[in-house]
């Protein structure tokens, strides 16, 4: 499959408006990669797979999580979590995607993981301040990252949590352990 058939691919399965949110992934995941200086290619090509079983029903997500040893755990935790780990696996299966380092970084692109290599930070930092996204704080975020990848992931984060937090739901332990390691990098 070249890039113009993957594009298509993942374009199909989605509503319009969530195609143009990959669009402004791949945009922001570039000019991240460019600037703190991992591969563009492969951060624009985690980019276009990231959310791509995130418009299926959750029930086909939580089948794949089942039934393909991913870690059964996510499935005690809110379902919007499920996509990272469903999609890394549909990319592999689906789309022939074999470069770990993109899978890792699509399966992590959400609630992060502790050592997050670059591309995973690119890829979730992206995610969190692509053009269209429009969220309090998003403005902070952005301008945080001309500085500092790490400390702009660390601040989203920290706003995720927040925000699960005042909504009384769990925190997937992989993001306080991402969260923990970014304050290390850090110091
Ligand atoms: O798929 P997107 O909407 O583009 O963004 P995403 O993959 O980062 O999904 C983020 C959503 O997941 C966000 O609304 C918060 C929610 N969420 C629920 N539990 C957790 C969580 N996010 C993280 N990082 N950790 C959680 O435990
Ligand atoms: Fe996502
Ligand atoms: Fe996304
Ligand atoms: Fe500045």
Redesign the pocket.
């Known amino acids: 499959m070249d890039r113009k058939q993957l594009i298509d691919a993942v374009k199909s399965q989605m509503p319009g408006k969530r195609w143009e949110?990959?669009l402004g992934?791949m945009e922001a995941a570039v000019l991240l990669a460019r600037k703190y200086g991992c591969d563009p290619d492969k951060a624009y090509t985690a980019a276009i797979l990231?959310?791509v079983v995130?418009y299926w029903p959750v029930n086909d997500q939580a089948d794949i999580i089942r039934n393909n040893g991913l870690p059964a755990d996510l499935l005690d935790y809110d379902k919007e979590i499920w996509h990272a780990h469903a999609g890394a696996f549909i990319a592999k299966r689906d789309y022939g995607m074999d470069d770990e380092e993109i899978l890792d970084a699509i399966r992590y692109?959400t609630t992060g993981r502790e050592q997050m290599t670059l591309l995973d930070k690119v890829v979730c930092l992206a995610?969190y301040i692509e053009p269209g996204r429009d969220f309090p704080g998003v403005h902070n975020i952005r301008e945080i990252a001309e500085h500092s990848i790490e400390r702009a992931l660390l601040t989203a984060f920290d706003g995720t949590i927040l925000f699960l937090l005042e909504k009384g739901k769990k925190v997937y332990p992989l993001t306080i352990l991402a969260r923990n390691d970014l304050i290390n990098e850090l110091k």
């Open positions: 949110h990959t992934v990231h959310d995130k692109h995610d």
